[in-house]
């Protein structure tokens, strides 16, 4: 079980920090081989795999107000955990694939890391109350389309339009709904575009059309939103100080664009990736 702030980082469990540290590493030191190099992205779990026997214990000891669940509706939840790791593993894979098509065709790596994390138990139901929904699988299926995330984190605006085009124009998925918050930011600056996609996870019984909420990002954008959301979960300054904060990283947003449209503007007189300005549309 992963602590506060760690991740799983080419095996291990270490802090973010130590992960983006390894990960510019990674990269910098393949550089400085010199040559063509082929980059896979790297990938960080927010938490480990299923384990079937802890999330059954786990699934006991929760009050849902009516009593424990049966054991037929724990073995229940336990299989649709699984299959939303399934879907998001299939997207990841999705995803890897179309980076390494770029690095071939474009000689350019559009996705420099991904993160993928499944909602904890307590999550889920905390979300459900909060709609007033029951605390059943047939709720989460028909109500959650988050519980299995990926983020992806790409260089230029260009890759994350393309990422998501790309990926979207595959004949076996389906773009469920779209937000972009690229063009139309967040009154607080947060720019960032999030697709549902519906991914068939093929099981004995047949193929499961699941949800799975992809948000694609720039580099600059994620560091933006990861200081934006430590600042609004996970501190306790004074409101005068909050307000004060909340303004800069406003101003620092608006600068964040600017800076990104001249370094994609260089991008593309030196590479021949496609110039993808829109985002994809629901079907």
């Not at 799983?8 to 030191?29: I, N, P, T, W």
């Not at 960080?44 to 669940?69: C, M, S, V, W």
């Not at 059309?209 to 954008?221: G, K």
């Not at 990283?249 to 593309?268: F, G, K, P, Y």
Request: hydrophobic content about 35%; proline content about 4%.
């Amino acid at each position: 079980m992963l602590s506060a702030g760690q991740h799983r980082c080419f095996g291990f469990h270490e802090s973010e920090e130590s992960c983006h540290a390894k990960l510019r590493s990674q990269r910098v030191s393949s550089f400085a081989k010199g040559g063509a190099v082929h980059f896979s992205p790297v990938i960080l779990d927010r938490q480990n795999r299923i384990n079937t026997a802890e999330l059954q214990t786990h699934l006991k000891n929760i009050d849902f107000g009516q009593g424990p669940l049966a054991p037929e509706q724990i073995t229940e939840f336990i299989d649709q955990m699984q299959v939303y790791e399934g879907a998001m593993y299939e997207i990841s894979t999705k995803l890897e694939i179309l980076d390494s098509e770029f690095q071939v065709r474009f000689s350019h790596n559009p996705i420099h890391h991904m993160e993928r994390r499944l909602k904890s138990i307590n999550s889920i139901i905390g979300k459900l109350q909060r709609r007033n929904l029951p605390l059943t699988v047939d709720a989460i299926k028909d109500n959650l389309f988050d519980v299995a995330g990926v983020r992806v984190i790409c260089n230029y605006r260009d890759d994350v339009y393309s990422v998501a085009n790309y990926l979207s124009a595959q004949n076996d998925i389906q773009v469920l709904r779209v937000k972009d918050y690229i063009k139309n930011p967040k009154q607080n600056g947060y720019r960032s575009l999030h697709v549902i996609y519906a991914v068939p996870v093929f099981l004995s019984s047949g193929p499961h059309y699941t949800p799975v909420e992809v948000q694609l990002r720039t580099i600059a954008m994620d560091y933006w939103a990861s200081l934006e959301h430590a600042l609004r979960y996970k501190t306790d300054l004074p409101d005068a100080k909050l307000t004060e904060h909340s303004q800069t990283l406003l101003d620092c947003a608006r600068s964040l664009q600017n800076i990104e449209t001249q370094m994609q503007n260089i991008h593309r007189d030196i590479n021949s990736a496609p110039q993808v300005g829109e985002a994809p549309q629901a079907n």
